[in-house]
């Protein structure tokens, strides 16, 4: 995600600027080329049509973009609930899961380290699913996830097709087993697995928008569409230039860099929906989930007591991953 409060002139000139700008520039000069000095007036098309075009390749190129920056904040609204389920879940793990009088406890029960392997394996899901939505699962694992797992079964969840799923079950395990020895009532055990739900939700809902690509018809077609409307545009500007004799005998030219502009603006804009189309694909301008999850890291980890967290994730070229 792009944190700076306005774009710098570099970023929007390698991400959006140059190459679309230098196919239009020349085009354009090209239909210039040919309608004045080698005076092929055919290729001149009333303004009309155009503008008609032009008009609605904007309708649909917003309808678009609407689209995609839904499926971005519904992205982000997500991992903020998994933010907050986050520190309930930890707040649940240290208030509920307690040695009650009169229950029978084992004699090699150890509530903080229980606790801490319950908040240390959400953890590992947080970063686990985070692995999973950018399909970076096989690479990140040992480095990500593993490190806050104690079972070594638990580390080979890696070959699984859906590990936060597993991870899940496995919290949902163990609160089971609480619950049998005594740690855990009856009403916080169904408490915790209601935890357990909300974050289920939460992660199928970020797999079904990763899982369901954005209507192939409506971003192939806007791209379409926009390139028809740029290779159009300058023919009907050509006639309207030329006609404007109080500008000089050099006049049409001028409509080089009007017609290019205008094709760029609507590039742009189409190419800013397009960049919003999947919010978990680790881009510039995507959901900063790496920052989320080591943001979850240091709120649990001082709730564990722990005086050394992380340090928060820090944007690289104004970008936060």
């Known amino acids: 995600m792009y944190v700076r409060k306005n774009l710098r002139a570099r970023f929007v000139w390698q991400e959006y600027g140059w190459r679309p700008l230098l196919i239009f520039a020349t085009y ?7 309608y004045g000095p080698l005076d092929v007036h055919w290729l001149d098309i009333p303004w009309q049509p155009v503008a008609l075009l032009g008009t609605a390749v904007a309708f649909y190129i917003g309808f678009k973009n609407n689209g995609s920056y839904d499926r971005f904040w519904e992205g982000r609204r997500l991992w903020g609930a998994v933010v907050n389920t986050s520190r309930v879940w930890t707040l649940q793990t240290f208030d509920f899961v307690r040695n009650l009088s009169g229950s029978y406890i084992s ?5 903080p380290a229980t606790h801490r392997r319950l908040v240390y394996r959400h953890l590992a899901w947080c970063n686990a699913l985070r ?3 950018r399909r970076q699962t096989a690479e990140r694992w040992d480095t990500d996830v593993a490190p806050f797992l104690e079972n070594k079964a638990e580390r080979a ?3 699984m097709a859906n590990p936060p799923t597993h991870l899940l079950r496995c919290q949902s395990r163990e609160l089971l087993d609480l619950h049998e020895q005594g740690l855990l009532t009856e009403f916080r055990h169904v408490e915790m697995m209601t935890t357990i739900q909300d974050l289920l939700d939460a992660q199928g809902a970020c797999e079904r928008i990763k899982n369901t690509p954005f209507p192939r018809q409506y971003a192939y077609f806007s791209y379409v569409f926009v390139w028809i409307f740029a290779a159009l545009l300058p023919l009907g500007l050509v006639e309207e230039f030329d006609r404007r004799v109080a500008l000089g005998s050099h006049h049409v030219w001028l409509m080089v860099p009007f017609a290019a502009i205008v094709s760029w603006v609507y590039n742009t804009i189409e190419r800013v929906g397009h960049n919003s189309e999947d919010p978990f694909d680790n881009r510039e301008n995507d959901v900063p989930i790496t920052a989320i999850c080591r943001s979850i890291e240091i709120d649990l980890r001082e709730l564990l007591g722990e005086t050394s967290p992380p340090r928060p994730v820090q944007p690289i070229e104004d970008v936060l991953y």
């Open 107 to 111: 004699a090699t029960a150890d509530l």
């Open 131 to 133: 692995l999973h939505l």
């Open 28 to 34: 354009d000069a090209l239909i210039c080329l040919l």
């Open 157 to 159: 969840l890696r070959s």
